[in-house]
């Protein structure tokens, strides 16, 4: 038996095709393994996440290692791999075999020419349902569901597109089937994934996200469903169906809003489609209906052409909104983009941009967990600590909550908030 190591880069959506694919050769016999111990398999696929640059780069700097000492080591980059970037993981090595995102189920295939010293390259756009493929999961009660492909958008700093094309819904009854058969399987949670879940039946001419997530729900078992990430564009279009299905029972009050600026001429250079008072709005309504939402999001600093007076906009934004979560990125050139052609901020200025924002956020998010001291919740585990017999749970806001005793994951038990920190809370058992 051949013996096959996976390395996962990115979100959700790329643990979701790791996971397809570790379960298609698993059924085809082959042990596979998520692991960073490359010297110990046949075969290394590289499942990447081209979104951001330091995430490449980790990528291919990883594939020279292994190329250098282990020159006969097979290899195959999957996922999220743009045209462009072919060259580059081409010129480390010639017989790299290439499956991007569009042939997550010709992995087998990919494996057996690559072993067999006929490296392939699936490269051709497609459009399959991603939906009802063996899985190995990650995390045994997290059934991480893609609810489509690609992007209505074409953001000037983002090479997605280039990948995955358009907006493709998948058929809801296949999702709905897809999240039955998870509760079966004893999955509690149902994460819906995507690169825009607002966008979900976009395609088919309305926004179709409250009502899945309403049929989900209707689903028998206990169980929590996370919504994930949504752009304000469609947001807009469906804010209230929205709140009323966060206020369900099996669904995590939580939300995932990128709003990348908070200068709406930085906003028009992305091709974002919506103005940073919109996306205010979104949230003030959101923490009106629901005070006790979880709202993460994304900002990209040092956008082409950011000026002191526009960065100043997107720090007030954030000061005002005061998401829980905030993921920073520096701006970094995608091959292929149009970002990449414009007038560059210097490395110096973004990085000082990048470690004000990191300070704000701190204080927010510390301010906010501060509120949930000496209340009482009941957490989902979904997650052992690294070190100890740490446990960590999520209550109804999807707070993390450390809990230092030994718990049976899937189990939900009481606490109560004993102390806040920058990234979770810490729970003792009631």
Same mark, same amino acid.
């Given at each position: 038996?051949?013996?096959?190591?996976?390395?996962?880069?990115?979100c959700?959506?790329?643990?979701?095709?790791?996971?397809m694919?570790?379960?298609?050769?698993?059924?085809?016999g082959?042990?596979?393994?998520?692991?960073e111990? @490359?010297?110990?398999?046949?075969? $290394?696929?590289?499942? /990447?996440?081209s979104? #951001?640059?330091p995430?490449?780069?980790?990528? %291919? !700097?990883?594939?020279k290692?292994?190329?250098?000492?282990y020159?006969?080591?097979?290899?195959?980059?999957?996922?999220c791999?743009?045209?462009?970037?072919?060259p580059?993981?081409?010129n480390?090595?010639?017989?790299?075999s290439i499956?991007?995102?569009?042939?997550v189920?010709?992995?087998?295939?990919?494996?057996?020419?690559?072993?067999?010293?006929?490296?392939?390259?699936?490269?051709?756009?497609?459009?399959p349902?991603?939906?009802?493929?063996?899985?190995?999961?990650?995390?045994?009660?997290?059934?991480i569901?893609?609810?489509?492909?690609?992007?209505?958008?074409?953001?000037?700093y983002?090479?997605?597109?280039?990948?995955?094309?358009?907006?493709?819904? @998948?058929?809801?009854?296949?999702? $709905?089937?897809e999240? /039955?058969?998870s509760v #079966?399987?004893?999955?509690?949670e149902?994460? %819906? !994934?995507?690169?825009?879940n607002g966008?979900y039946?976009?395609?088919?001419?309305?926004?179709?996200?409250?009502e899945?997530?309403?049929?989900?729900?209707?689903?028998?078992?206990?169980?929590?469903?996370?919504?994930?990430?949504a752009?304000?564009?469609?947001?807009?279009?469906?804010?209230?169906?929205?709140?009323?299905?966060?206020?369900?029972?099996?669904?995590?009050?939580?939300l995932h809003?990128?709003?990348q600026?908070?200068?709406?001429?930085?906003?028009?250079?992305?091709?974002?489609?919506?103005?940073?008072?919109?996306y205010?709005?979104?949230?003030?309504?959101?923490?009106?209906?629901?005070?006790?939402?979880?709202i993460?999001?994304?900002?990209?600093?040092?956008?082409?052409?950011?000026t002191?007076?526009?960065f100043?906009?997107?720090?007030d934004?954030?000061k005002?909104t005061?998401?829980d979560?905030?993921?920073?990125?520096?701006?970094?050139?995608?091959?292929?983009?149009?970002a990449?052609?414009m007038?560059?901020?210097?490395?110096?200025?973004?990085?000082?941009?990048?470690?004000k924002?990191?300070?704000?956020?701190?204080?927010?998010?510390?301010?906010?967990?501060?509120?949930?001291?000496?209340?009482?919740?009941?957490i989902?585990?979904?997650?052992?600590?690294?070190k100890?017999?740490?446990?960590?749970?999520?209550?109804?806001?999807?707070?993390?909550v450390?809990?230092?005793?030994?718990?049976?994951l899937?189990?939900?038990?009481?606490v109560?908030?004993?102390?806040?920190?920058?990234?979770?809370?810490?729970?003792?058992?009631?």
């Open positions: 038996m051949q013996k096959v190591i996976m390395k996962t880069y990115g959700s959506n790329n643990i979701a095709e790791s996971e694919m570790m379960g298609l050769l698993t059924k085809e082959y042990i596979v393994e998520e692991s111990n @490359y010297n110990k398999g046949d075969a $290394v696929i590289f499942n /990447m996440c979104v #951001k640059g995430s490449v780069t980790q990528c %291919l !700097t990883q594939i290692k292994i190329k250098t000492n020159p006969n080591k097979k290899i195959i980059v999957a996922g791999v743009p045209l462009q970037l072919i580059d993981i081409k480390i090595s010639e017989d790299i499956v991007n995102t569009s042939h189920d010709k992995i087998k295939q990919a494996l057996e020419q690559t072993l067999d010293h006929n490296p392939v390259e699936y490269k051709k756009f497609a459009r349902i991603k939906l009802g493929f063996p899985r190995v999961r990650k995390n045994p009660i997290v059934s569901i893609p609810i489509l492909q690609g992007c209505n958008d074409f953001c000037t983002c090479s997605t597109k280039l990948v995955k094309g358009n907006t493709f819904s @998948y058929p809801e009854s296949m999702i $709905v089937r999240a /039955m058969k #079966k399987e004893g999955c509690k149902i994460w %819906l !994934t995507s690169q825009d966008a039946q976009t395609d088919n001419g309305y926004v179709g996200l409250p899945l997530i309403k049929k989900i729900a209707m689903i028998n078992g206990m169980f929590y469903i996370r919504v994930g990430m752009n304000p564009t469609y947001l807009l279009q469906c804010l209230q169906p929205i709140i009323e299905i966060l206020k369900h029972d099996k669904v995590y009050t939580f809003i990128p709003f600026s908070g200068n709406n001429e930085i906003l028009k250079g992305m091709k974002r489609r919506y103005t940073a008072l919109q205010k709005e979104i949230v003030e309504k959101l923490k009106k209906e629901l005070p006790d939402i979880t993460a999001s994304d900002v990209i600093v040092g956008f082409p052409g950011e002191d007076e526009q100043q906009d997107t720090y934004l954030i005002e005061k998401p979560k905030l993921h920073i990125s520096r701006f970094q050139a995608r091959p292929g983009t149009k990449a052609h007038k560059q901020v210097p490395d110096k200025i973004i990085k000082e941009r990048s470690r924002i990191t300070t704000l956020f701190k204080e927010i998010s510390l301010d906010l967990n501060k509120k949930w001291i000496n209340k009482e919740c009941y989902l585990i979904d997650e052992h600590g690294q100890g017999n740490d446990s960590i749970g999520r209550n109804i806001s999807y707070k993390q450390v809990v230092k005793e030994k718990i049976e899937g189990s939900i038990v009481k109560k908030i004993k102390e806040a920190r920058i990234f979770d809370l810490v729970g003792e058992l009631i």
